[in-house]
């Protein structure tokens, strides 16, 4: 497709179950990068992919979650026994390029309900 | 730490009416500073940027000047349309380095446009 694709896009979980979002990035882009939304707030940095080496993992908020991209291209993020405060919606976004031009593209996210 | 402040919102306002979003910043160094725009149902997207001081990105109409010594970087536009009824948000991104493009976000402003 021509856009960075998520899914699924809604996603309901009870706490303590595991889950799995899943981007398709943009064709041929390098970079990847996963962000979680709160409700009225700006998203806020998870993680960083360049093809599939993961460079940057330190906004992940605890070691429940986890992010992989293991052929340079798809990524999931995986997060393990929910809680209600993972309720969110988490963003991916891709670059073409390496280089600090913050021209991200993004998906439309996928938003996770913990009940 | 980067950190990015907003306005506060919603803001309301008539078709042609001008607009000013205030964003203010703090980091270290030399960041690049954005607008994204996220319309309704649709992922964010680079409204604009500028990479250094008094620099202006402008785009669709909107304009913002970077500016060192306020450390801003408001949004303007002089004559809005009801098409630009979206959540605006202000970022940043430290440039060199191993930032990888990571952006900061400021929480958002809500901007709703009646005829």
């Known amino acids: 497709g021509a856009g960075v694709s998520q899914s699924p896009r809604y996603k309901v979980a009870k706490r303590g179950q595991d889950v799995a979002l899943r981007c398709d990035p943009i064709?041929?882009?390098?970079?990847l990068f996963w962000y979680q939304q709160a409700l009225g707030q700006g998203p806020e940095f998870l993680t960083y992919?360049?093809?599939?080496?993961?460079?940057?993992k330190s906004g992940l908020p605890s070691d429940r979650f986890f992010a992989e991209r293991p052929e340079g291209s798809v990524s999931t993020l995986k997060i393990q026994r929910t809680q209600q405060e993972d309720s969110a919606v988490y963003l991916c976004?891709?670059?073409?390029?390496?280089?600090?031009?913050?021209?991200?593209?993004f998906g439309e996210g996928s938003r996770l309900t913990v009940l | 730490g980067n950190s990015v402040t907003q306005m506060e919102g919603p803001v309301t306002l008539s078709e042609e009416a001008f607009l000013t979003i205030n964003c203010t910043y703090t980091?270290?160094?030399?960041?690049?500073l954005f607008w994204y725009v996220q319309y309704p149902g649709e992922g964010l997207q680079l409204l604009l940027k500028?990479?250094?001081?008094?620099d202006k990105g402008s785009n669709k109409g909107f304009e913002a000047t970077y500016r060192k010594e306020t450390t801003s970087f408001h949004l303007e536009k002089g004559s809005v349309q009801v098409s630009d009824s979206a959540v605006y948000f202000c970022?940043?991104?430290?440039?060199?380095?191993?930032?990888?493009?990571?952006?900061?976000f400021g929480q958002g402003t809500i901007l709703t446009v009646h005829p």
């Open positions: 970022a940043l991104s430290n440039a060199g380095g191993t930032s990888y493009g990571k952006l900061t």
């Open positions: 500028a990479t250094k001081a008094d």
């Open positions: 064709s041929g882009h390098v970079s």
């Open positions: 992919f360049q093809n599939e080496a993961q460079l940057d």
């Open positions: 980091a270290t160094g030399y960041p690049s």
């Open positions: 976004a891709s670059s073409l390029v390496t280089a600090n031009t913050g021209e991200l593209f």
